[in-house]
């Protein structure tokens, strides 16, 4: 072994984990007190992070290939080296993790799905057997070692452990990596009997009729005061996948104009077939994220409600343009808000409009836990609408509302006042009273 190479190799990652760390630690994602993150800043802690990914990495990688031994019997320098180097990696992990702080659920999820290599995967290594070997070795021990090593590496004995090695902080750390390891196991298993159980509440339906209530006429009417970048929330009354969303309101899409619009502002891969006179929306179902005709869209629907953001047009368009660039991804069925790998219908149109930039408008949310996961459910737009409705300048007003009156099976047109109070409809999320 060639102690001062080596020795030189693990200074060298050191200092290049200390700045990538501090380079980390300084960027303003972890002192912000929101829940919102900007495109921006996702791209620079992404940026950040591949710089953390490379020092990481290259530790791993001299631990897992220069044939250090178990045994100080064998080879006490080489024993040192491991020693120090599976203690240091393990104290950069706990760094990292304690800088995340009250985003750690963001950073986890964001940079797992983001990284060739999340935090996941680099925490997962730190819990290799050989570890709780290195990490409970006494300090006494090594200390005896110190004349029978090469003076090259022995200021690995005397450099100090991290305080992430103490054995509090360890528990507490290894605890909560842990709780993470399995949460996302169980979210895994989870999701995979979501996809199926989804599949069998697609074909649930206690109707008695096979039309839907909302009318063409309403449609129409509708139709008459859309404007691109509508948020739209739609109800399927007693169906099987009403279980699964709290509230009366379980859809939400948005409407994004004609084709002709959407081509002639948006043109991409995934417009060029628009109708010019079709009207359409952009939503995210069980099969994904796609864009539909809303006479398609709206034929399967009992209920209709359209809010309009008070926005600028061009924040509108960026919206649409937004939205427009999440089609062909895959439904989220793990509700995991932090994600952008797969969305949800409500976790499609909110992050449409969240901030692109540091004083850009943006659509003020407040996640909340479903089952297992943090997501935006569609009622909660319109308990927004209403709850702010008394604001100088709210984010939303209300367009349209198409009801039912459900002893005559009718649809109409309601006013503004009930689309405000249509959140409060529904206690149970299958019954509508």
Same mark, same amino acid.
């Given at each position: 072994?060639?102690s001062?190479?080596?020795s030189?190799? &693990?200074r060298?990652i050191? /200092?290049k984990?200390? %700045?990538?760390? +501090?380079?980390?630690g300084? !960027? @303003?994602?972890?002192?912000q007190?929101?829940n919102v993150y900007?495109s921006e800043?996702?791209?620079?802690?992404?940026?950040?992070?591949?710089?953390?990914?490379?020092?990481?990495?290259?530790?791993?990688?001299?631990i897992?290939?220069?044939?250090f031994q178990?045994s100080?019997f064998r080879?006490?320098?080489?024993?040192?080296?491991e020693?120090?180097?599976?203690?240091?990696y393990y104290?950069?992990v706990g760094? &990292?993790?304690?800088l995340? /702080?009250?985003h750690? %659920?963001?950073? +986890?999820?964001?940079?797992? !799905? @983001?990284?060739?290599?999340?935090?996941?995967?680099?925490?997962?290594?730190?819990?290799?057997p050989?570890?709780?070997?290195?990490?409970?070795?006494?300090?006494?021990?090594?200390?005896?070692?110190?004349?029978d090593?090469?003076?090259?590496i022995?200021?690995m004995?005397?450099?100090?452990?991290?305080r992430e090695?103490?054995?509090?902080?360890?528990?507490?750390?290894?605890?909560?990596?842990?709780?993470?390891y399995?949460?996302?196991?169980?979210r895994?298993?989870?999701?995979?009997?979501?996809?199926y159980?989804?599949?069998?509440?697609?074909m649930?339906?206690?109707?008695?009729?096979?039309?839907?209530?909302?009318?063409?006429?309403?449609?129409?009417?509708?139709?008459?005061l859309?404007?691109?970048?509508?948020?739209l929330?739609?109800?399927?009354?007693?169906?099987?996948t009403?279980?699964s969303?709290p509230?009366?309101?379980?859809?939400?899409s948005?409407?994004?104009?004609?084709?002709k619009?959407v081509?002639?502002?948006?043109?991409?891969?995934?417009?060029?077939?628009l109708l010019?006179?079709?009207?359409?929306?952009?939503?995210?179902?069980?099969?994904g994220?796609?864009?539909?005709?809303?006479?398609?869209?709206?034929a399967?629907?009992?209920?209709?409600?359209?809010?309009?953001?008070t926005?600028?047009e061009a924040?509108?368009?960026?919206?649409?343009?937004?939205?427009l660039?999440y089609?062909?991804r895959?439904y989220?069925f793990?509700?995991?808000?932090?994600s952008?790998?797969?969305l949800?219908?409500?976790?499609?149109?909110?992050k449409a409009f969240l901030?692109?930039s540091?004083?850009?408008e943006?659509?003020?949310?407040?996640?909340?836990?479903i089952?297992?996961?943090?997501?935006?459910p569609?009622?909660?737009?319109?308990?927004?609408a209403?709850?702010?409705k008394v604001?100088?300048?709210?984010?939303?007003r209300?367009?349209?509302f198409a009801?039912?009156?459900?002893l005559t099976r009718?649809s109409f047109?309601?006013?503004a006042?009930?689309?405000?109070k249509?959140?409060?409809?529904?206690?149970?999320s299958?019954?509508?009273?």
């Open positions: 072994m060639d001062q190479k080596i030189s190799r &693990l060298y050191d /200092g984990f200390d %700045e990538g760390f +501090r380079a980390l300084s !960027d @303003a994602i972890f002192s007190k929101k900007l800043d996702k791209k620079r802690l992404l940026a950040k992070w591949e710089a953390i990914i490379k020092v990481l990495q290259a530790l791993r990688w001299l897992r290939t220069n044939g178990l100080l080879n006490p320098n080489r024993f040192v080296v020693h120090y180097a599976r203690n240091r104290a950069m760094k &990292l993790r304690g995340f /702080g009250n750690e %659920e963001f950073a +986890r999820s964001f940079l797992d !799905d @983001a990284s060739r290599e999340g935090f996941s995967t680099m925490a997962r290594f730190a819990y290799a050989r570890y709780f070997y290195f990490l409970n070795y006494p300090q006494e021990f090594l200390d005896l070692l110190e004349p090593i090469d003076p090259a022995r200021w004995i005397r450099v100090p452990k991290e090695t103490d054995v509090v902080r360890r528990l507490e750390h290894d605890a909560v990596n842990v709780r993470y399995f949460r996302n196991r169980i895994n298993a989870l999701r995979i009997i979501a996809i159980w989804g599949k069998i509440l697609q649930i339906s206690l109707r008695d009729r096979d039309e839907w209530y909302l009318s063409e006429a309403s449609v129409q009417a509708y139709l008459a859309a404007k691109p970048g509508d948020i929330l739609t109800r399927r009354n007693w169906v099987g009403n279980l969303i509230g009366f309101w379980k859809h939400m948005l409407y994004i104009g004609t084709g619009y081509k002639r502002l948006h043109g991409s891969p995934n417009t060029k077939k010019d006179d079709g009207h359409y929306v952009v939503e995210s179902t069980g099969k994220v796609h864009i539909s005709r809303f006479d398609e869209f709206s399967a629907q009992d209920y209709l409600g359209a809010f309009r953001t926005f600028s924040k509108i368009g960026r919206a649409i343009a937004s939205a660039g089609v062909h895959e989220d793990s509700f995991d808000f932090h952008d790998r797969s949800v219908c409500s976790e499609l149109v909110t901030p692109e540091d004083g850009d943006w659509l003020h949310i407040d996640l909340e836990k089952g297992y996961g943090l997501t935006y569609p009622n909660a737009l319109a308990r927004k209403d709850r702010e604001y100088m300048e709210p984010e939303l209300p367009v349209f009801d039912v009156r459900l009718e047109v309601n006013t006042g009930a689309l405000f249509s959140w409060k409809r529904a206690k149970l299958w019954w509508l009273k």
